[in-house]
């Protein structure tokens, strides 16, 4: 059974710091680009920055540039994405994503507010 369990998200003061970080299981983890999306609300999902299995790392938002930092871990089966400096902006539901050829998972999603 495939699963994508995403933890570290809540509420953060602008210019705070979270670290999401997704356990994964149920497949060949090693094989699959690994991302995170997110979701304001009111808006579509869309993503943020992927990994893909050879470590090639593409951030989808310059506004994310030189803030948030995705990895990888194939040993622990954990994708994680750092975010350093967070705006309001950033508020969303996080998302884990794995996808590779038509297979494509989801975690359930963390909610990240920022907020003073």
């Known amino acids: 059974q495939v699963q994508l369990v995403e933890s570290g998200g809540g509420l953060v003061q602008p210019g705070g710091s979270l670290r999401l970080s997704c356990a994964a299981s149920g497949f060949t983890f090693s094989n699959y680009a690994m991302s995170w999306y997110r979701q304001a609300p009111g808006k579509e999902r869309e993503p943020v920055a992927t990994i893909d299995a050879f470590g090639t790392i593409t951030y989808n938002f310059d506004s994310v540039k030189g803030r948030f930092t995705i990895s990888r871990d194939n040993a622990k089966n954990v994708v994680d994405l750092q975010m350093n400096s967070l705006k309001p902006e950033d508020t969303a539901v996080y998302y884990c994503?794995?996808?590779?050829?038509?297979?494509?998972?989801w975690g359930q999603g963390t909610q990240v507010t920022v907020s003073s």
């Open positions: 994503n794995a996808q590779r050829l038509f297979r494509n998972y």
